[in-house]
């Protein structure tokens, strides 16, 4: 039977993003193999020291050499730089003078969890607890009742630096923050939901037995933990002033479904970003533009301090390789351009009155485009411009990645930001580019394997 007219224009002028699944199946096995390295990513990087040591190890597998400024680098060469321990840049140099611009792809190594306080070890009723302090935009009730693992670092007075690492080896002991069993719950019930547990009631439990001695002993549960600790790494009271100690998700990335499509795991935000931005970069041969692939810290509270993109450390790497071809730096970064790559919120059917459906992204229908950010009306965003979402869609069709649009959530619901508007203050064309979520900013975030494929091949296409 022929198409009607209105069926013919319904065809011509209207669209919908396609499920990948439906389109593409064939997809399924790629991304599946795709996601065994993402996931090994995720287990052996669950703080931004770690997934930096994991960056650095990849990239000088690959190659990859210290960035030098005195020397001179030729096409195809690959270069990478360290800021603090805590980001990292990755450069393979390009075939067009970097007056051209670069092609710079920007992600976060960092994610919401539990720090210690500078004084964290506490006594009380004979149990042995750390005290801790939340970062980034947690639900604070989330963290109760699961198993957490300690990583970190410790200076000791010497200068020694001690790695810790507590919960994640098999056989290894996990902590743990209580909650109230229902029975004696009522009071805690009435409490607003964001107040179920409050931050001062975020107390790890360390220890329950006493260290027996012959005289009395101040807090003897506190005193024995203490002493397992020096037992293992030769510390004291004082050497938590020198120390930065995370308290994650003590669980490995999983399939989740039966169809084992989903990836669940800690960390995904966004480290699902940096992952295929690192993966893309160790796979440009000779790219027409210079890269730089930008692992950064502490976007989730907002980019400050200096390992974070509201610094001007990118900055002046740029500078530095201005300088090395003699380009000028500001023309550099007139004609670059940018993904921020970043994750959105995945429509929850569960949970569908704070999304807009039409402008919303979907598990399954790949990489995500967000052209803003920001709160209710458009505060604190970037804004992409119409000539730069054409140029980064043409980027992704060309190369038939699986793409879609989205926002965070509905327009008087909340919103948040992303790195965008700090590279957009260096005079750089940027856009938010990253993979759904759900779950976000939870011990146990989603994450669709189709979409994390889809958002390496945009990135691909983005450094060709």
Request: net charge negative; hydrophobic share 35%; charged share 25%.
């Amino acid at each position: 039977m022929d198409k009607t007219i209105g069926q013919k224009l319904q065809e011509e002028l209207t669209f919908k993003f396609p499920h990948i699944g439906k389109e593409a199946p064939e997809q399924m096995e790629k991304a599946d193999l795709f996601c065994n390295g993402y996931k090994r990513f995720l287990d052996n990087g669950k703080t931004e020291r770690e997934c930096v040591r994991e960056a650095v190890a990849m990239l000088e597998m690959q190659g990859y050499v210290p960035f030098d400024g005195t020397k001179t680098y030729r096409p195809g060469d690959k270069v990478y730089q360290v800021n603090r321990g805590k980001a990292i840049l990755a450069t393979t140099f390009g075939t067009q003078g970097l007056e051209k611009g670069l092609r710079i792809n920007g992600a976060h190594i960092d994610s919401p969890r539990l720090d210690l306080k500078p004084n964290p070890v506490y006594e009380k009723n004979d149990l042995a607890y750390f005290k801790t302090h939340y970062y980034g935009g947690i639900r604070k009730y989330q963290w109760a009742t699961i198993p957490l693992s300690m990583h970190g670092v410790i200076i000791k007075k010497s200068g020694e630096v001690i790695e810790v690492n507590i919960g994640e080896k098999e056989g290894d002991p996990v902590f743990c923050i209580t909650d109230l069993l229902p029975h004696l719950a009522a009071e805690q019930n009435s409490r607003k939901l964001g107040e179920g547990l409050k931050g001062e009631e975020l107390n790890v439990v360390i220890g329950s037995l006493p260290f027996n001695d012959e005289a009395e002993i101040k807090e003897p549960v506190k005193l024995m933990t203490l002493k397992l600790l020096n037992d293992r790494f030769g510390i004291t009271e004082t050497d938590f002033l020198r120390a930065e100690i995370e308290l994650v998700p003590a669980q490995k990335a999983s399939d989740v479904g039966l169809d084992r499509s989903i990836i669940g795991a800690y960390g995904q935000d966004d480290r699902v970003c940096a992952y295929t931005a690192l993966m893309a970069e160790i796979d440009a041969v000779k790219p027409e533009y210079t890269t730089v692939t930008v692992l950064a810290d502490k976007e989730e509270i907002g980019s400050d301090g200096n390992t974070g993109l509201n610094s001007h450390f990118v900055l002046h790497y740029i500078e530095d390789l201005a300088e090395m071809a003699r380009a000028n730096v500001r023309t550099v970064l007139r004609n670059s351009m940018c993904l921020s790559s970043d994750v959105n919120a995945a429509y929850d059917p569960t949970f569908s009155s704070v999304y807009e459906e039409r402008n919303s992204c979907y598990l399954n229908k790949g990489c995500v485009l967000t052209k803003y950010t920001g709160v209710r009306g458009k505060a604190g965003s970037n804004d992409a411009s119409a000539e730069l979402m054409a140029k980064v869609i043409a980027m992704m069709e060309k190369e038939g990645v699986y793409w879609q649009i989205g926002e965070l959530g509905a327009v008087d619901q909340g919103g948040g930001g992303t790195i965008a508007k700090y590279v957009a203050a260096m005079d750089v064309d940027v856009v938010d580019l990253g993979v759904p979520i759900l779950s976000m900013h939870s011990p146990f975030e989603l994450s669709s394997k189709l979409d994390v494929y889809n958002t390496y091949k945009a990135f691909q296409a983005f450094y060709k």
